[in-house]
């Protein structure tokens, strides 16, 4: 009996953000699909070992399991080693790294964060949740970062970039929630070529955070449509708190026409760093077909609760950016119903 019952919740939960309901009780399955399939492979053998007469109850049980793995399967697979991709191997005309990592505000192993900006030595650095503590444990990368964005906060949003030539139209808004800034800027990849980049770090739906995922979801569509009224190459990145093939995610990328990196590379989950087992990959970078990452690395653990991650972002020899995808009139209409909901 207590097999049957963890069956069924384990046939039915990976359904509930098909719902869309924005709880974060209904978004939960989305974030935890890696594991979910693991138990639901286990369940699948358990039953298989112990099932001694299958009546026709057993056998609904029986496919209506292998159909939820299936549906969670197709949802992750492209974003396995396995999925088949083109390396990215295109002629280049410019390039920028970005080092982007929540560091945890409580954390204060700050020379561990520079031993792994030592290593990669990237254009940009990107922390979040970083707090004036954090601001002091860095300020000797100054030397090499003069250029810097300051946004010290101690509600665990704080965010501080680093650059080691100047940026343009720098602009640090704060969308949807008082005290959760996003960073806007672009960075000169040549005289004539600009990088818009979009740096975001919106609350995530918990039960210690915000209820819903209306602010979260509302900043994403917020910043989509900013980016489809951009004609340049674009770049968003940072801890976005949600998965890359949750519905909100897709649609972001979707209306952008953006391309994300982990497809056939693999799922890179960055937090949480400690406990392996509950790992989800939360901190993500997508781009406009103009421009490839030809190098993505899961950086060493520096004490937070988030691994960081290394980008090498390069500009495609001739290549035009798109920034406008097709939506259709419903996704057009959930848009902006999103964006809404969380303001």
């Known amino acids: 009996m207590v097999l049957y019952i963890a069956i069924v919740i384990f046939i039915v939960s990976p359904f509930f ?10 978004r939960t399955p989305d974030f935890i699909r890696l594991q979910s399939i693991t138990i ?11 099932e001694n007469t299958f009546t026709l109850f057993s056998w609904i049980l029986l496919i209506a399991l292998v159909g939820s793995i299936t549906y969670q399967a197709v949802k992750v697979f492209p974003y396995s080693s396995l999925y088949p991709r083109k390396k990215p191997d295109f002629p280049s005309d410019g390039c920028v790294s970005i080092l982007a990592g929540n560091v945890l505000q409580d954390n204060t192993q700050y020379n561990l964060l520079k031993e792994e900006i030592k290593r990669y030595n990237p254009d940009l650095i990107l922390t979040m949740e970083s707090d004036k503590n954090w601001e002091k444990g860095l300020s000797e990368i100054e030397q090499t970062y003069p250029y810097t964005v300051k946004i010290p906060l101690d509600n665990y ?5 680093y650059s080691k030539i100047e940026l343009k139209n720098v602009e640090v808004n704060y969308h949807v929630e ?5 960073i806007f800027f672009e960075y000169p990849l040549s005289k004539t070529r600009e990088v818009f980049f979009a740096c975001l770090h919106p609350a995530p739906p918990s039960p210690t ?27 968003v990145c940072g801890d976005m708190n949600d998965v890359v093939w949750s519905r909100t995610t897709r649609l972001f990328k979707k209306m952008t026409a953006m391309i994300d990196p982990r497809i056939g590379r693999g799922f890179f989950p960055t937090y949480h760093a400690k406990y392996w087992l ?5 901190d993500h970078l997508f781009h406009t077909k103009d421009l490839f990452v030809k190098t993505m690395v899961r950086t060493k653990n520096f004490g937070s609760d988030h691994f960081a991650m290394y980008y090498e972002i390069h500009h495609k020899n001739g290549k035009k950016p798109k920034t406008k995808g097709n939506l259709n009139g419903d996704e057009k209409e959930e848009v902006e119903e999103k964006i809404e909901e969380g303001k």
């Open 178 to 182: 008082e005290g959760v800034p996003s």
């Open 209 to 235: 955070e915000n209820e819903t995922s209306k602010e979260r979801d509302a900043e994403l569509m917020i910043v989509g449509k900013k980016i489809r009224k951009l004609d340049k190459p674009v770049v």
């Open 278 to 282: 509950m790992r989800f990959p939360l």
């Open 157 to 161: 949003y704080g965010m501080h970039l």
């Open 17 to 26: 953000p098909a719902t869309e309901n924005p709880h974060w009780f209904f």
């Open 40 to 50: 639901q492979i286990a369940l699948l053998v358990l039953f298989l070992i112990f």
